[in-house]
């Protein structure tokens, strides 16, 4: 075997890419390097080649917050034939790829070997060359741009199903379902201006349209591959509280319709129980 011989300043800084990124030996952080040297210089020659207008995304008509941030359920299109894979849970990049126009992914599905958490398209975010994820990471905002690009999609495509225009073959309380099971499982505290997509113990609920709060109990089903039914309490705008149940089709329709968004949540109720 071939032994190379580095300074100590280099041998550091493999050191520290290698635990950083959970590399098996430092073979896989040396090709890891030369694959990143090749894709931007790669970048580099795409760029130059661009003459008198600048290169338009395929998903330019989408309406959403990043330009170079997409997940992959939506993506048809990129602007450099290069992608990075990155899982919105703990901030880790899955894989590499180099694609062809136009993109088609009726099936993507992959575990992220830092969280291990099992993804699928719906959840799993597409970078494009021109973010710039190295300074994005320096100023610690990476994690919150994938989390917002995520949640910024599970919106709209919620609001396609709720208006019959959504792209997909999957029935809405799939979508519900998944989307649900994704959220418990990131732990996220959602945000307050965003309807929910999920429905989760511990958190009240307003709905926007009757302005009664909801706060959810405990699930009364252990439906595998389908949404709960759970017992609540209703507080009417009246102050009347009620104890209830509700099925797994009465909270399919009230989060599909866009109707609930977070009252009051208190930190750690997203976490799946143990």
Same mark, same amino acid.
């Given at each position: 075997?071939? @032994? ?6 280099? +041998? /550091?800084? !493999? ?25 931007? +210089? ?9 003459? &008198? ?15 170079? #941030? ?18 919105? @849970?703990?901030?880790?990049? !899955?894989?590499?790829? $180099?694609?062809?126009?136009? =993109? *088609? ?13 099992? !993804? ?8 494009? !060359? ?11 905002? =990476?994690?919150? %741009? ?5 949640? %910024?999609?599970?919106?709209?495509? #919620?609001?396609?199903?709720? /208006?019959?225009? #959504? ?24 945000? $307050? ?8 113990? &511990?958190?009240?609920?307003? @709905? $926007? ?15 595998? /591959? ?12 009246? *102050? ?16 599909? @319709? ?12 997203? +976490?799946?129980?143990?």
């Amino acid at each position: 075997m071939a @032994n190379i011989r580095v300074k100590d300043w280099t +041998k /550091n800084k !493999l050191r520290g890419i290698r635990a950083a990124e959970s590399h098996s030996s430092y073979d896989s952080v040396v090709k890891t390097l030369l694959k990143d040297r090749k894709i931007a +210089k790669y970048a580099d020659d795409a760029s130059d080649t661009v003459t &008198g207008e600048s290169v338009q995304s395929q998903d330019a008509d989408i309406d959403k917050p990043f330009d170079d #941030l997409t997940v992959l359920a939506e993506l048809t299109g990129n602007h450099d034939d290069v992608l990075f894979l990155w899982c919105p @849970n703990c901030g880790n990049e !899955l894989v590499h790829l $180099t694609v062809e126009r136009p =993109l *088609g992914c009726s099936v993507f599905e992959m575990e992220c070997q830092r969280c291990l958490t099992h !993804l699928d398209s719906w959840a799993i975010v597409a970078i494009e !060359l021109q973010y710039p994820i190295e300074q994005k990471m320096i100023e610690g905002q =990476l994690q919150a %741009d994938l989390k917002a690009c995520v949640i %910024d999609y599970w919106d709209r495509t #919620l609001q396609a199903a709720a /208006n019959d225009t #959504l792209d997909t073959e999957a029935p809405a309380d799939r979508l519900v379902w998944q989307f649900d099971q994704y959220h418990k499982q990131f732990s996220w505290d959602w945000p $307050t201006d965003v309807p929910t997509v999920s429905f989760v113990p &511990g958190v009240t609920y307003r @709905n $926007t349209v009757t302005d009664e709060r909801i706060e959810v109990v405990e699930a009364v089903t252990e439906n595998r /591959n389908a949404m709960d039914a759970y017992t609540v309490r209703r507080y009417a705008a009246d *102050g009347d509280v009620v104890s209830d149940q509700l099925d797994s089709s009465a909270i399919v329709d009230r989060i599909v @319709n866009r109707e609930l968004v977070v009252a009051e949540q208190t930190v750690g109720t997203t +976490k799946p129980t143990t």
